[in-house]
């Protein structure tokens, strides 16, 4: 039997550089194996969830553990 990890984030934030206001601020999410969708109006964020998710991008402050990849923490 495999054992598969669960993606988290804890207190997530995220600014674009160029950007006044926090695309997100204190996200905290579980994903659990298996989890296949993220829905949502537009601007909610997705696109940069899934950067986040995929190391294109860095958040600015907050916790990010997916299986395989260190903890990141700035």
Do not use: W
């Not at 674009?16 to 109006?41: C, I, M, N, S």
């Not at 909610?44 to 190391?55: C, I, Q």
């Not at 916790?63 to 990849?69: N, Q, R, T």
């Amino acid at each position: 039997m495999s054992h598969q990890s669960a993606v988290v984030l804890r207190d997530v934030s995220f600014r674009y550089p160029t950007a006044q206001d926090f695309v997100f601020e204190g996200l905290a999410l579980h994903f659990p194996p298996g989890f296949t969708g993220v829905l949502g109006a537009n601007g909610a964020g997705k696109s940069t969830l899934l950067a986040l998710l995929s190391d294109s991008l860095e958040p600015t402050s907050g916790i990010i553990h997916a299986p395989g990849d260190a903890v990141y923490c700035p």
